[in-house]
């Protein structure tokens, strides 16, 4: 071919390429085997899976338009076009904090791949858009406008968990595969394998419950759970109590029915039910409220539980925004996440745990609970070592104790762990202080918490990847001398010295109960 003619071919196929034409609508197809949808996401149906879809554009370098999903219409900003690259970024206002998310993508026949940036723990990942429509974005709709309710009064504390809640919840196990089959399986295994009595005694039923309302405005059960109240009694016969989910908006955060309008008749069908426990879920209801009237939204719930005169724990879940330790007692709350949700693996784990709860221990006390979210003790995703330091953690940090594994089938190992006596005697222990981190030297951390009586309870973290020795001194934890050390996953005492050293294997720990003067 003549150098001319190669020139002009090259030309065409690069302006076939790159065509760099990215206007029109874009939409995400997502997993084998699901409907594509941008009304009602479910990662209940495919974890991680969050359905969005792209209105663009382009006029050759530049990008804009907006994404469309859960959270509603989000500009394109900063977008970019570069021989079928394309990069832009969506600016989102996460509770009053900005959150600046950045995607790439590339045009590959008639098909968009979007990476999506890493959320949380999760990687980034790509999916695959195709393109329904090559019109230009419609303009942008005016966002709704969003109910303002005025402060609430503070209600009166329930008088219950005053030491943190104990049980089961099936969400890190089950998602929307939980049924009343699987529930009642759960609860027989806590009475067969020592579970309940070493104090698990909630059974907690996550989100995926619900169906619709019937005329009445009552709420429905799916046909995974065909009598609630049935369940209900069953739980109770075994000795064991009863915890069910629900949003203060209009679906939950898998897209089932929630409690938004409806909230005296749902906290009186709890009560009907004989319900014990309520998680309760913020999801959509930024979609209706100003975030600003949260403690005034959960505050109407907890008002409703207790308009029942029954005894129902209230678990506040807004991840730890806007404070929640300041107003989740007044609220009504029995305990409040503190953060994003926890994943089965040593970075999540280790990152809420340890980074993520500093300061927030005066919050704490009998009937008021900071909670770094349920357990994935027996996931699979961490080593023993590993779930052993999130169970001591969890049980310095005073949080509950909500096993999410498959209790029907637990390892020994998983199950020594998750019922160590000594070391739920400290989580469980009636002062009621949550522990600190009392020193830090890289990646080793002494943490601590005083029990009644005058004891501490000590644990030794080895966060690194090497083997290390760890010394408390007697000073850390305010003391000249110690006079007892009891190892807790030995079941040992120690020899007491004004120092105390020991040997922590990569992300172990050293739990130890300590006396002294
Ligand atoms: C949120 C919560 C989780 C779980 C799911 C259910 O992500 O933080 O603990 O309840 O919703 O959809």
């Known amino acids: 071919m003549k150098p001319i003619l190669w020139a002009f071919a090259c030309t065409a196929l690069v302006s076939h390429v790159y065509a760099d034409d990215w206007t029109g609508h874009w939409v995400m197809q997502p997993p084998t085997g699901q409907t594509p949808s941008t009304a009602s996401p479910s990662h209940a149906i495919a974890p991680g899976f969050r359905a969005i879809s792209l209105w663009l554009k382009s006029d050759g370098t530049r990008l804009t338009g907006y994404m469309s999903g859960r959270a509603g219409n989000t500009p394109v900003s900063d977008g970019r076009i570069d021989r079928g690259h394309v990069s832009f970024v ?292 961490m080593t023993d070592d590993e779930y052993r330091t999130h169970m001591s953690l969890w049980a310095i940090l005073a949080a509950p104790l909500l096993a999410g594994n498959d209790l029907r089938s637990v390892p020994r190992d998983i199950l020594e762990i998750l019922t160590n006596k000594e070391v739920i005697a400290v989580d469980q222990d009636p002062l009621g202080k949550q522990g600190r981190r009392v020193a830090k030297n890289g990646d080793l951390e002494i943490w601590a918490r005083p029990l009644l009586g005058g004891a501490w309870a000590v644990g030794l973290f080895n966060r690194g990847a090497g083997s290390r020795r760890v010394t408390l001194h007697a000073a850390d934890i305010g003391l000249t001398r110690i006079t007892h050390i009891r190892d807790l996953w030995a079941h040992a005492d120690q020899r007491a010295a004004p120092e105390h050293t020991a040997d922590v294997v990569s992300h172990g720990v050293v739990m130890l109960k300590v006396q002294g003067k």
């Not at 979007?114 to 195709?130: A, H, Q, S, W």
């Not at 609630?228 to 089932?256: F, N, W």
């Not at 909230?263 to 930024?286: F, M, N």
């Not at 300041?326 to 009504?332: K, L, M, N, P, S």
């Open 90 to 381: 969506i600016i989102t206002d996460y509770f009053g904090e900005e959150r600046r998310a950045n995607y790439s993508g590339v045009l590959s026949g008639s098909e968009l791949k979007i990476t999506l940036p890493p959320f949380g723990t999760r990687p980034p990942r790509e999916v695959t858009l195709t393109r329904v429509s090559t019109a230009d974005p419609p303009p942008l709709p005016p966002p709704p406008p969003k109910i303002t309710l005025p402060p609430a009064k503070d209600v009166p504390y329930n008088a219950l968990a005053k030491t943190p809640p104990m049980g089961w919840n099936s969400w890190n196990k089950f998602r929307s595969e939980v049924s009343d089959p699987l529930v009642r399986q759960v609860a027989d295994a806590m009475v067969r394998n020592g579970m309940r009595d070493a104090g698990y005694v909630y059974v907690n039923i996550d989100d995926t419950w619900e169906a619709g309302r019937d005329p009445h405005g009552q709420i429905l059960t799916n046909e995974r759970f065909p009598d609630m109240k049935a369940l209900s009694d069953y739980i109770h016969s075994k000795g064991l109590k009863i915890g069910i989910y629900s949003s203060p908006g209009p679906k939950t955060c898998a897209g089932y029915e929630g409690s938004y309008q409806h909230e005296e008749q749902d906290a009186r069908t709890y009560a009907a039910w004989g319900v014990d426990y309520l998680k309760y879920d913020w999801c959509s209801a930024s979609q209706v409220y100003d975030y600003h009237s949260m403690p005034a939204v959960y505050a109407r719930m907890g008002q409703a539980l207790e308009n029942t005169g029954r005894a129902i724990v209230f678990s506040l879940c807004q991840y730890g925004v806007l404070k929640v330790q300041q107003w989740g007692a007044h609220a009504g709350g029995n305990l409040w996440r503190t953060t994003g949700d926890i994943q089965d693996n040593w970075q999540s784990m280790s990152r809420i745990g340890f980074d993520q709860q500093e300061g927030l221990e005066t919050a704490a006390g009998p009937g008021r609970w900071n909670d770094p979210d349920m357990l994935e003790i027996g996931n699979g995703g």
